[in-house]
């Protein structure tokens, strides 16, 4: 089912999400004029637009995505900038740092576009913040009943046994995961008492940028490449980005125990595709109880669903008398990428 009405207050465009009074686009996939960013994952924040307008905290991620010529203005959590007539505020999403909602009013009509976003407070990213609307344009990642995410301290007592279990052993624990917003969650709620933590380039490069935007993280030691280059300490914790090569910063022949943090690790079937021995089911999306409170919440009488299994979410929430329908979208389906 195609979702959008021509009339709509938010269209569903080839280039993206388009409000029509205001003139602007909500994280766009192509090169449009004005973009309102959610959040900083390259499949929200294309490079190229003209101009981008995103959450304070947002900024800085997003600078080092599109590079330092972007044209980037912020706003603040709760602050309304009216646009053509429209008043357009962000609020928190808790998916990654910075994170937003875009609520969108326009002659008492409310939109409310959720971007990416986790019910459970994460302690780094920022609470979700519900807002009321009339329309609730929410993603679908883990649209089905069989994703239900363990609370966040259960599931760091696991990782946290883990490499305690293989650092008594002398073993190297390498735990993947996405170098924006996964990689910061895992160091603030790892226990450095265990041993060392080391870091891939690329999330010391977005960690050194949360911390110069005000982010506190405990201690660290970024991983170094040629002549200098980094020799971990056995038993230590080495965080890597799903595309590293784990052998290139620890070699073939040390013993090393590897784990993938994602929320496709609660499928048996998604553990055994991976080239980890072992999965945590850690997510920074809603799982179904909390897509679900996340549209009771919002008080909307009509629901959007979008990126992900967005067809069953449509028809559940059809099914609870929910005015509800699914749009297709760029961003991505149900493949098992990085950032879930």
Not at 21 to 41: E, F, M, N, Q, T
Not at 170 to 191: C, E, F, H, P, W
Request: with cysteine.
């Amino acid at each position: 089912m195609s979702a959008g009405h021509q009339n709509d207050l938010l269209q569903f465009r080839p280039e993206g999400i388009f409000c029509p009074p205001a003139g602007v686009y909500l994280d766009p996939h192509r090169k449009v004029d004005r973009a309102l960013i959610s959040h900083a994952h390259s499949d929200h924040a294309r490079v190229g637009c003209n101009s981008y307008l995103c959450s304070v905290d947002c900024e800085a991620p997003l600078r080092l995505r599109l590079g330092p010529r972007a044209h980037i203005e912020t706003i603040p959590f709760g602050k309304s900038l009216r646009i053509n007539g429209v008043d357009f505020s962000f609020f928190p999403a808790g998916h990654v740092i910075g994170s937003a909602q875009i609520r969108v009013e326009y002659k008492g009509e409310i939109w409310v576009y959720s971007g990416d976003y986790k019910i459970e407070d994460d302690g780094i990213s920022g609470a979700f913040e519900p807002v009321r609307c009339h329309t609730f344009i929410t993603e679908t990642t883990f649209a089905l009943p069989v994703y239900e995410w363990k609370p966040q301290h259960e599931i760091f007592r696991e990782i946290n046994s883990w490499w305690k279990t293989n650092a008594s052993e002398g073993v190297y624990s390498v735990l993947t995961g996405y170098s924006l917003g996964k990689a910061q969650r895992m160091i603030k709620n790892l226990d450095a008492g265990i041993g060392k933590i080391y870091t891939h380039p690329s999330i010391t490069q977005m960690n050194e940028v949360f911390e110069k935007a005000g982010v506190k993280l405990p201690e660290y030691t970024g991983l170094a490449v040629g002549k200098n280059k980094t020799v971990p300490d056995p038993g230590s914790l080495i965080l890597l980005p799903p595309a590293a090569d784990a052998s290139q910063w620890l070699g073939g022949s040390l013993p090393v125990e590897s784990a993938f943090a994602s929320g496709w690790m609660s499928i048996r079937g998604s553990r055994r595709r991976s080239s980890t021995a072992r999965g945590f089911a850690l997510s920074d999306h809603a799982d179904w109880p909390g897509l679900n409170e996340a549209v009771k919440l919002s008080g909307a009488s009509r629901v959007i669903a979008t990126h992900g299994y967005k067809q069953v979410f449509a028809r559940w929430l059809q099914e609870q008398g929910i005015e509800a329908e699914a749009s297709k979208t760029d961003y991505f389906s149900t493949n098992e990428t990085s950032d879930q």
